[in-house]
């Protein structure tokens, strides 16, 4: 559980120059490229053991389909669906007969969501090492970012939060509920929930330039898990989404979840409003390593 250092190195990133077919670059969860009639979506992600996972905790198979479904989250996360993807593996020598097994798990992810695995890499190191990277598509009308929340929007997030990663290793990508939700709702902004909701509701709310408040009773447990864990702990990979609230009837009735309230304020903030009806301003830290 580490605090947040990102925005630096985010505006490090943002000197580089960008042509004028870059409608997104750094800064959100996939770069948005002008391709004429839809936007193009482009993500990668690592999957690094000792780092995001330790091998004796997981299956080798499930690791290949992990890796893909972290990128698939990120495109699901901006309305999109994936068309192409790759992955470039680094593996240690006592472990290289079970490549088969890890591409097992791609093959599973592929075909569940109807993507083409297209190219990647492969190499040795002295710890298990994936990088995946992905290609997807998003109309023009239902591309959703991270920049666009509103005063007075509902924050909502489609399912229960505090797994962590062991018990949500093998997680679905939110492309299905994506789709819906920026096929029959004004989706303001959205993004997936990686590092806790604390942290990348924060990322909303700084592109956005926003405060929210959450409400406890209304932020979704899973089961035996505490509150801190829900707002802190990362790799629930739900979606955390903005809209107005208008809205909420029908994205509540589809089984999402309402938790809070986007308010004005440039500098990013984030209060808990708690049962007791006092307020109590989140402490932004998240989770990026086991």
């Known amino acids: 559980m580490l605090k947040h250092k990102e925005p630096q190195l985010l505006k490090e990133f943002k000197k580089i120059p960008q042509d004028k077919t870059v409608k997104v670059g750094p800064g959100d969860d996939c770069a948005v490229i002008d391709r004429g009639d839809k936007f193009l979506l482009f993500c990668g992600d690592m999957l690094i053991e000792d780092v995001h996972f330790r091998i004796r905790e997981v299956k080798f198979k499930d690791l290949g389909y992990k890796a893909l479904a972290r990128v698939l989250s990120d495109v699901a996360s901006m309305g999109g669906y994936p068309k192409y993807a790759g992955l470039s593996l680094a593996l240690p020598p006592k472990y290289s007969s079970k490549i088969k097994e890890i591409l097992k798990g791609v093959e599973e992810i592929a075909k569940e969501f109807n993507f083409n695995l297209v190219g990647g890499d492969l190499s040795r190191a002295k710890t298990i090492f994936l990088d995946a990277w992905c290609i997807g598509y998003v109309e023009k009308n239902n591309l959703s970012l991270r920049s666009e929340a509103k005063d007075k929007d509902g924050i909502f997030v489609t399912g229960a939060l505090g797994l962590g990663y062991r018990e949500n290793f093998k997680f679905s990508p939110k492309i299905k509920e994506a789709r819906w939700l920026v096929k029959n709702c004004q989706i303001n902004s959205m993004i997936d929930i990686s590092d806790g909701l604390v942290l990348d509701l924060y990322r909303i709310l700084s592109e956005s ?82």
């Open 209 to 290: 330039k926003k405060q929210a408040v959450l409400w406890e009773e209304f932020i979704p447990l899973t089961e035996n898990v505490s509150l801190k864990k829900a707002l802190y702990q990362g790799e629930d990979y739900q979606l955390l989404f903005t809209a107005p609230l208008k809205e909420k009837e029908k994205i509540v009735s589809r089984g999402f979840y309402f938790i809070g309230e986007v308010k004005k304020g440039r500098k990013p903030r984030i209060f808990l409003k708690r049962r007791d009806k006092k307020f109590l301003p989140l402490e932004l830290k998240g989770y990026f390593s086991i």
